[in-house]
């Protein structure tokens, strides 16, 4: 029976028990009442067909809705496949590979349906077992002397059964694998046409509900980037956002992470009031729900829906952020937020619909350009006036030198001194006092570097218009500077 064992049996290593003289022409015979059996049924495949039918739907559940849904591509199924498997007990050489690549194809579609891969598993034994009983019914119905014979063909028969199981569960596992990268591609690609301002407005509501985030919804994106070397994991595991629902994008182009949150309007809320603050507390479970998007491949992975509602929830406590009627901005977004001193976030303004992430997300960047290198969080809305420097170099680097000029001219302790004691003035409201506190001085050695760095700017502090240059001009040197 060369050609019923498969190749991974193997005999035990060490000596080997005599074989009966008979054997041979025990195993011929055997195999011509098994070939013998098979023709029949291979004669009556029709209603063979009908009555896995029959016995799929009453023992399968799954196989039951998929046959409500096309009986039809069940049928075409199950007859190709109990044709070339039935066959192939009587012509192995010629029928084993052709019943492999059935058996591989109905494993892919059945993953494309989304059978459970238990119910196709199930459903191959189940028809095995049906078979080996029909061949046993047979034999001993027509010749039941021979029915003694099928015992020494048994386990071959239930051998090639495990191998077509193991051959559809292959193609099963590839196939899901392959829809996963799929999904996960193609939802990426919808979160980084939001955040670059590309998507089609007739495409926002499919984008909505495959990403699970309503069209029409309240929102802000932050930008978090930790220092080079650091992982993406990194900034999801250690960028947090309480209580708020946030999708992460990873952008290698700018080594940063995006997070496009939540705000409000989502769909499962209905017309619930919210009872926030502007503080950002209120709503807040504590929790981040976030869904990710390595850069690499995989795209959303949203966690597991509330009830009804797609992709909402981390999975840790079950529920999901109430964020409608949240009266927030974006310094309450900022409240919300834990990251590592190293990280440097930006936070955009809040913006209303999905149209709009491509706006806030440009925000964000204008936002994360103002933030000090040593690490920090900024909200956009509460440094315009660095906003507009680092939104226009150029102009920026002329004003820094138009204005602190002759002070980056002079040696670099003495320039430093100049620079630090203007900006903590400016950064103390005018207080020479509260300047010195800072500084570690006297106030009157404050007032005496004000006065040289009026003299060598040519700039009051006491005129308004000339505090603004030197304030802006303050924010272009440091935030410009290399």
Do not use: K
């Not at 806030?360 to 960047?365: F, G, K, Q």
């Not at 509260?434 to 005129?463: D, F, I, K, M, P």
């Amino acid at each position: 029976m060369q050609h019923l064992v498969p190749a991974h049996v193997r005999s035990q290593p060490g000596p080997r028990p005599p074989v009966p003289a008979a054997r041979p022409a025990v195993d011929a015979e055997a195999l011509s009442v098994l070939h013998r059996a098979a023709r029949a049924l291979m004669a009556g495949l029709p209603e063979l067909t009908e009555r896995l039918m029959e016995l799929l739907r009453e023992r399968e559940p799954a196989y039951r809705t998929a046959m409500e849904a096309d009986a039809e591509s069940v049928r075409d199924e199950i007859r190709r496949s109990l044709r070339l498997n039935v066959g192939s007990l009587i012509q192995p050489g010629e029928l084993r590979e052709a019943a492999h690549r059935c058996s591989w194809t109905i494993g892919r579609a059945r993953a494309e349906r989304g059978l459970p891969l238990d119910a196709l598993l199930r459903a191959f034994r189940l028809g095995g077992g049906m078979i080996w009983q029909e061949l046993v019914d047979e034999t001993t119905r027509r010749h039941p002397s021979d029915a003694r014979l099928l015992v020494h063909v048994a386990a071959d028969v239930w051998n090639f059964v495990d191998d077509h199981c193991a051959v559809a569960a292959d193609a099963y596992r590839q196939t899901e694998r392959e829809l996963m990268w799929r999904r996960e591609n193609r939802l990426r690609l919808m979160t980084a046409a939001l955040l670059d301002g590309t998507a089609r407005i007739a495409d926002l509501p499919a984008t909505a509900a495959a990403l699970g985030l309503p069209e029409q919804g309240r929102y802000a994106v932050v930008l978090a980037r930790l220092p080079v070397g650091r992982a993406f994991a990194d900034v999801r595991g250690q960028v947090r956002l309480s209580g708020l629902r946030v999708l992460w994008y990873r952008d290698r182009d700018s080594e940063g992470s995006y997070g496009i949150v939540l705000l409000g309007g989502h769909p499962c809320d209905g017309d619930r009031t919210g009872h926030g603050d502007r503080t950002g507390h209120g709503h807040g479970h504590g929790h981040d729900h976030a869904s990710d998007l390595p850069g690499a491949g995989p795209g959303p992975t949203p966690g597991p829906a509330a009830e009804g509602c797609p992709g909402e929830g981390d999975g840790r406590d079950g529920e999901r952020p109430r964020t409608s009627g949240l009266v927030m901005d974006a310094v309450g977004i900022a409240r919300r937020l834990t990251a590592p001193q190293v990280a440097r976030v930006g936070v955009s303004a809040v913006v209303d619909g999905l149209a709009a992430i491509g706006d806030a997300r440009r925000l964000a960047d204008t936002a994360l350009r103002t933030c000090p290198r040593s690490g920090g969080t900024v909200v956009l809305e509460e440094h315009l006036p660095a906003a507009l420097v680092v939104s226009a170099p150029v102009l920026g680097a002329a004003l820094s030198e138009r204005v602190l000029g002759p002070l980056l001219r002079l040696d670099l302790s003495d320039r430093d001194v100049m620079l630090d004691t203007l900006t903590a003035w400016l950064a103390c409201d005018g207080s020479a006092q509260r300047a010195a506190g800072r500084l570690y001085c006297h106030r009157n050695t404050v007032l005496n570097r004000l006065r040289r760095c009026e003299q060598l700017t040519g700039r009051s502090l006491t005129r308004p218009a000339d505090v603004v240059e030197l304030s802006l001009a303050l924010a272009a040197h440091s935030l410009l500077d290399p």
